[in-house]
T-cell receptor, first 114, second 113 residues
């Protein structure tokens, strides 16, 4: 079975500052990793995904994440945040079998302060 | 717009009642997933269907059931509702390949009073 831990439930950051949202996973098999964003009153939107290859993955809205197999981490970063980045961010994992269902972390609420 | 449509957007009902949530996947997507999002449990995977057949089951209660119809839309049936079933229920769809990203609808907010 897989599990995901998002270490910070809330992250306040000033506008134009860098941010890192932490994610660690646990799995006995190889996994795929994802970051989703949820804006208020909306569904989840895919930010980026790691399937294989380069461990640095670039996504939409200037976000990127780095897969670290030895540390079982997949932290999300952005060098300069905007007010519009205020949202809930979810890290998710799926195993490399046929089911493709995602297991989510508990989420990190990013609040960008003007 | 993800292309996934969920109806209704809001649902208020009483304990003991039964409700049906509906989901239309993105055009061409064969897989449908149901998730429950609540404050205490977070996002929990309930069940997945692929082209009409159940493919995976997660933390779905016996009081809940789902199905996917030949036109690929899906329904989630919740019965004998309890206060604790109040949550946001999301449907997602994907192309079906094992690494296809999921596309989520905007959810149905269920309130049980």
């Amino acid at each position: 079975a897989q599990s995901v831990t998002q270490l910070d439930s809330q992250v306040p950051v000033f506008e134009e500052a860098p941010v890192e949202l932490r994610c660690n996973y646990s799995s006995s098999v190889s996994v795929y990793l994802f970051w989703y964003v949820q804006y208020p009153n909306q569904g989840l939107q895919l930010l980026l995904k790691y399937l294989s290859g380069s461990t640095l993955v670039k996504g939409i809205n200037g976000f990127e994440a780095e897969f670290n197999k030895s540390q079982t981490s997949f932290h999300l970063r952005k060098p300069s945040v905007h007010i519009s980045d205020t949202a809930e961010y979810f890290c998710a994992v799926s195993d490399q079998t046929g089911a493709n269902n995602l297991f989510f972390g508990t989420g990190t609420r990013l609040t960008v302060i003007p | 717009d993800s292309g996934v449509t969920q109806t209704p957007k809001h649902l208020i009902t009483a304990t003991g009642q039964r409700v049906t949530l509906r989901c239309s996947p993105r055009s061409g997507d064969l897989s449908v997933y149901w998730y429950q999002q609540s404050l205490d449990q977070g996002l929990q995977f309930l069940i997945q269907y692929y082209n009409g057949e159940e493919r995976a089951k997660g933390n779905i209660l016996e009081r809940f059931s789902a199905q996917q119809f030949p036109d690929l839309h899906s329904e989630l049936n919740l019965s004998s509702l309890e206060l604790g079933d109040s949550a946001l229920y999301f449907c997602a769809s994907s192309g079906g390949a094992y690494n296809s990203p999921l596309h989520f609808g905007n959810g149905t907010r269920l309130t049980v009073t």
